[in-house]
C-alpha cells in the first residue's frame, strides 16, 4: 500500500483535485447550459443548432491538424522552459495555419446543408468563430500543463465555464437563438487573458527537432481522437438504420449516464500526462503507474456494475422519467461497456499517446469502428437496443484488451 499513497501524492501534489473539480465544473454548466437553452428557443431553432454543432464535433478533433497534439507530447518531454516556449512559439503559427485550413472546410461541409434547411447561415458563421476560438483555448491550456501549472489550466477552464455560462444566459434570454450562438462563439475567447505575450513574437528554435516525425504522430493522434469520436455516431447511425427515431432517444437516454463516467480516468491520465510523458521508457514507473491506476479503477469499476443493476429503474426515474425505464436494462448493459472501458481502452490507448505509439492508436481506432459495423449488423437485428448496448460492450473489449496486449508488448522491450 506504500506505493499507492504515494501514487495518491504525487496525483494531489500535480493539483489533481483542481483538475477534477475543474472538468466536473465543465460537465456541470454543459448540462445546465442544454438544460435551459431547450426551454429558451423553440425546437425548430434546437434542431438547426444542434445540426450545426454535430458537425463541430468531428472537426474539433482536427485542431490545428495535429499541432495541439505535438506540443502536448513533445513540449512535456522539454526540460528547460525557454525550449517549451519556443516550440510552443512555433507549433502556435504553424497550427494558426492549419487552423485556417480546418475552418474553411467545416464550412464547406455545412453549407451542405443549407440546400435542405433554412436560416443556417449565421448558425455556421458563429460556429466557425467557436471552432478558432477551440484552437486558442486548446493550445493555452497546453501552454501550462506541459510546465506542470494543472492549478492554472483548472482555473482558464474553470473562469471559461462559468463566465461563458452566464455570458450564455444573458444573451439567449434577451436575443434568443441568435444570443446562444453568439455566448458560443465567444466563450473560448475568454480564455485570450491567459494568452502569453511571447505567442506573437517570431519563433527561433535553438534545439533540433525532427518535425516530419513530430507532425506524423500529432496527426495519427488527430486522426485517432476523429475515429473515437465517429464510433458513438457510427452507433446511433446503425440504430436508425435498423430501428425508429423513438428507439434512438431512448437509447442515447439509457446511455448517457453512463458514458460520462468515462471522465473518471480521464482526470488522473490528463492530470499525469506530462510526467508520464517524462517517464516514456522507465519500465518500473509505467508498472507502478498501471498497478496503481487499477487499484483506484478496479473497485470503481465494481460498484458502478452493482449500482447500474440493482438501482437501473431509480436512476433513470430520477434523472429522466418513467417512460425511459424500459430503457433499464440497456443502461446496465452500457455500464458494463463503460467498466471495460476504464479497465481497458481508456488506459491504454492514453498511454499509446504517452509512449508515441499514435500509429497504434489509430489502427486499433480504425480496427474499433470496423468491429462495431459488424456485430451492430448482427446483433441489433436480433436482439435491437440491448444488442446495440452489447455491440458496443464488445467493441470496447476487443479494441481494450488489443490495446493491453501492444502495450505489455512495449514493455517488454524496455530494459
Same mark, same amino acid.
Given at each position: 500500500m506504500k506505493d499507492f499513497y504515494k501514487f495518491i501524492k504525487q496525483f494531489l501534489q500535480n493539483n489533481g483535485l483542481n483538475v477534477f473539480i475543474s472538468i466536473f465544473l465543465s460537465k456541470f454548466t454543459m448540462l445546465i447550459n442544454t438544460i435551459f437553452i431547450v426551454k429558451m428557443i423553440n425546437q425548430a431553432e434546437f434542431g438547426r443548432i444542434t445540426l450545426i454543432a454535430s458537425v463541430l464535433s468531428f472537426f474539433t478533433p482536427w485542431n +490545428? @491538424?495535429?499541432?495541439? /497534439?505535438?506540443?502536448? &507530447?513533445? +513540449?512535456?518531454?522539454?526540460? #528547460?522552459?525557454?525550449? &517549451? #516556449? /519556443?516550440? +510552443? /512559439?512555433?507549433?502556435?503559427?504553424k497550427g494558426l495555419v492549419n487552423q485556417l485550413i480546418v475552418s474553411v472546410l467545416f464550412v464547406c461541409v455545412c453549407l451542405i446543408y443549407t440546400i435542405k434547411f433554412d436560416h443556417l447561415f449565421w448558425i455556421i458563421f458563429f460556429f466557425t468563430i467557436r471552432l478558432f476560438g477551440y484552437y486558442f483555448l486548446s493550445h493555452i491550456i497546453i501552454d501550462f500543463r506541459i510546465k506542470g501549472n494543472n492549478k492554472k489550466f483548472a482555473e482558464i477552464n474553470n473562469i471559461t465555464n462559468i463566465v461563458g455560462l452566464i455570458i450564455t444566459f444573458a444573451l439567449t434570454y434577451f436575443y434568443g437563438a441568435l444570443g446562444y450562438v453568439i455566448s458560443l462563439a465567444i466563450g473560448p475567447f475568454i480564455s485570450f487573458i491567459y494568452l502569453k505575450s511571447y505567442h506573437f513574437q517570431q519563433s527561433i528554435l535553438e534545439k533540433k527537432y525532427d518535425f516530419k516525425a513530430m507532425w506524423n504522430y500529432g496527426r495519427l493522434e488527430s486522426f485517432a481522437y476523429f475515429a473515437s469520436e465517429l464510433l458513438f455516431a457510427i452507433d446511433i447511425a446503425m440504430i436508425a438504420y435498423f430501428m425508429t427515431e423513438n428507439d434512438i432517444a431512448l437509447y442515447k437516454v439509457a446511455i448517457l449516464l453512463p458514458l460520462n463516467l468515462i471522465f473518471l480516468p480521464t482526470i488522473l491520465i490528463q492530470t499525469d500526462f506530462p510526467k508520464l510523458v517524462q517517464h516514456a521508457k522507465d519500465k518500473n514507473y509505467l508498472k507502478f503507474y498501471i498497478k496503481n491506476y487499477y487499484r483506484?479503477?478496479?473497485?470503481?469499476?465494481?460498484? @458502478?456494475?452493482?449500482?447500474?443493476?440493482?438501482?437501473?429503474?431509480?436512476?433513470? /426515474?430520477?434523472?429522466?422519467?418513467?417512460?425511459?425505464?424500459?430503457?433499464?436494462? @440497456?443502461?446496465?448493459i452500457s455500464s458494463c461497456a463503460v467498466v471495460l472501458a476504464l479497465w481497458f481502452r481508456v488506459l491504454y490507448l492514453n498511454l499509446f499517446s504517452v509512449i508515441g505509439y499514435a500509429k497504434w492508436n489509430s489502427i486499433i481506432s480504425v480496427l474499433s469502428i470496423v468491429v462495431l459495423v459488424i456485430s451492430d449488423m448482427v446483433l441489433i437485428p436480433k436482439y435491437q437496443l440491448e444488442g446495440a448496448a452489447i455491440s458496443l460492450a464488445f467493441t470496447y473489449l476487443f479494441s481494450g484488451f488489443f490495446a493491453m496486449l501492444v502495450f505489455f508488448n512495449y514493455l517488454k522491450k524496455l530494459t
Open positions: +490545428g @491538424i495535429g499541432s495541439l /497534439q505535438m506540443f502536448m &507530447k513533445y +513540449g512535456s518531454e522539454l526540460e #528547460n522552459e525557454v525550449d &517549451k #516556449n /519556443q516550440l +510552443g /512559439q512555433h507549433l502556435f503559427w483506484i479503477f478496479i473497485p470503481i469499476g465494481i460498484i @458502478i456494475l452493482f449500482g447500474s443493476f440493482f438501482l437501473k429503474d431509480f436512476i433513470l /426515474q430520477l434523472f429522466f422519467s418513467k417512460a425511459y425505464i424500459k430503457g433499464d436494462f @440497456i443502461f446496465f
